[in-house]
T-cell receptor, first 112, second 114 residues
């Protein structure tokens, strides 16, 4: 069955460093991959989308890579700030589907 | 100011009671969704609707019901048949145009069964 894995342990980093979050998947050939941010008690907010034929996408301090051979996406936040502390969810979508499947998310804590 | 609203933010229910969660959107999106989120868990799809007067079961539809009488509204009823209803419920919407659609989420409703 399809499986999406995100590190269940929180990632703790120091302000100013680059945070790197991982999303691995198995038994899946996604057409696209999305990353969302979720703050406690709030709904997720869309950040970035990367398609299967793209290797990398950037948006301001955010960078996403997508390696379909390794079945992995990396999500980077450069020059991290305490305000970046949140849970980050990856979501995968198949061809012809408009409903992505979400991972459990990884909590990021940026210390001042 | 466009977006998705959910009400109430917090809801308490006694065992054996049905309760309805409201979800409204003014984004003119075709599709709407209900998800359930438990601590440490991903989002699990309960029901979704691509068009008015039509909806489909998601992965965990048992004990839930929905209606889609208007494009803007997609209420979720948690029935007494739902064995573990205490959870955080999220409503979302998207434009249906072929596979890469961003999901726009509401602020969520936290349901607690006493």
């Amino acid at each position: 069955s399809q499986k999406i894995e995100q590190n269940s342990e929180a990632l703790n980093i120091q302000e100013g460093k680059t945070a790197t979050l991982t999303c691995n998947y198995t038994n899946y050939s996604p057409a696209y991959l999305q990353w969302y941010r979720q703050d406690p008690g709030r709904g997720p907010v869309f950040l970035l989308l990367i398609r299967e034929n793209e290797k990398e996408k950037r948006k301001e301090r955010l960078k996403v890579t997508f390696d379909t051979t390794l079945k992995q996406s990396l999500f980077h936040i450069t020059a991290s700030q305490p305000a970046d502390s949140a849970t980050y969810l990856c979501a995968l979508g198949g061809r012809g589907s408009y409903i992505p499947t979400f991972g459990r998310g990884t909590s990021l804590i940026v210390h001042p | 100011d466009g977006g998705i609203t959910q009400s109430p933010k917090y809801l308490f229910r006694k065992e054996g009671q049905n309760v309805t969660l409201s979800c409204e959107q003014n984004l003119n999106h075709d599709a709407m969704y209900w998800y359930r989120q438990d601590p440490g868990q991903g989002l699990r799809l309960i029901y979704y609707s691509q068009i008015v007067n039509d909806f489909q079961k998601g992965d965990i539809a048992e004990g839930y019901s929905v209606s889609r009488e208007k494009k803007e509204s997609f209420p979720l009823t948690v029935t007494s048949a739902q064995k573990n209803p205490t959870a955080f419920y999220l409503c979302a919407s998207s434009i249906v145009k072929g596979g890469t659609d961003t999901q726009y989420f509401g602020p969520g409703t936290r349901l607690t069964v006493l």
